[in-house]
């Protein structure tokens, strides 16, 4: 599946139409149906005595669903993320790194709480992250080190992006309107109208909504893919299912290779960051320059990851 780069890169999102073929469709509603069925018996099960009826899932305005909710039956979820429509095309718009590893895969589902309007927001900050000019000019300059995906299993319409915005400040006008209030529609977003089977993938520095939570039903799956070995330091680093891979043992034999491969990578990242900082304290300017060379190749913006807090953690 060819999609087209350039439009990613201007407009910060891409709808790609039939990420998921109309023949598998069936059965990814059906394990993702399953692993929501388990987690609301996990619900139940958890609530204490005195608790909210049916627990933290039936409270939730939107539910999710993450690795460990996968089981025997339901792991087909992972071969999915990392087939070729997926794994495939993120590697396109991840520019062929060396490597793309799966970083997280979960659901978005609904609930049985009408809960209404959500907030605008960018799922990155400078105070958690870096300076957002800084990460907005490190991706343009140096390709995505990182890219999200919500892909609908039913049709869907809740999700709103702001186009350009992976790219552009927040403007003052925009600024004033958010203030106002968070929860309508901003001027120039555009509903990410999803078809079931379509997906959205875009970097999520730029701006977006998950609109208005219903209890309409809603089953996106949710997975983000960053590079290693690429010009960029990735801003989303993790790997989150690192710690917990109790769902490895369900998984083909393929996807625990991707996995496997993906923790040598992590793993040697994180020697290079803990050399990073043994060199800064040291006051070793020659080798903090080398190590951090090598974590962001691209010579452009390379002070960016300087200022991430992955370096200081």
Not at 163 to 180: C, G, I, V, W, Y
Not at 232 to 239: A, G
């Amino acid at each position: 599946m060819k999609v087209d780069l350039q439009k990613f890169r201007e407009d910060g999102y891409l709808i790609v139409e039939n990420v998921v073929p109309l023949e598998q469709l069936q059965d990814l509603r059906l394990s993702v149906e399953l692993m929501v069925d388990r987690e609301k018996s996990r619900s139940a099960a958890e609530c204490k005595e005195g608790g909210p009826r049916g627990g933290s899932w039936y409270q939730n305005a939107q539910p999710r669903l993450g690795m460990d909710s996968i089981t025997a039956e339901t792991a087909d979820v992972l071969d999915f993320c990392l087939g070729e429509n997926m794994l495939g095309v993120s590697e396109q718009l991840l520019q062929h790194p060396p490597f793309t590893a799966l970083t997280t895969f979960g659901a978005l589902c609904s609930g049985v709480i009408d809960y209404g309007f959500t907030d605008w927001h960018r799922d990155a900050s400078s105070a958690e992250q870096a300076p957002l000019s800084g990460m907005q000019t490190d991706l343009m300059e140096n390709g995505p080190g990182y890219v999200q995906w919500n892909v609908a299993l039913y049709d869907d319409e809740v999700f709103w992006v702001l186009p350009n915005s992976h790219r552009q400040a927040t403007t003052e006008a925009q600024r004033r309107q958010l203030l106002l209030d968070p929860t309508a529609a901003l001027e120039g977003g555009v509903p990410a109208r999803l078809k079931a089977g379509d997906g959205i993938v875009y970097p999520n520095l730029m701006m977006h909504w998950g609109s208005t939570y219903t209890s309409r039903l809603r089953r996106t799956i949710h997975m983000g893919y960053r590079t290693f070995g690429a010009s960029i330091l990735p801003y989303v680093h993790q790997l989150e299912w690192h710690d917990t891979q109790n769902f490895m043992q369900y998984a083909s034999d393929s996807v625990r290779a991707h996995f496997t491969e993906a923790e040598v990578h992590y793993d040697r990242e994180r020697e290079q960051l803990a050399a990073a900082l043994r060199a800064a304290i040291a006051n070793d300017g020659q080798t903090f320059r080398t190590v951090l060379a090598g974590l962001h190749p691209g010579k452009a913006c390379r002070m960016v990851s300087v200022v991430l807090p992955v370096l200081f953690t």
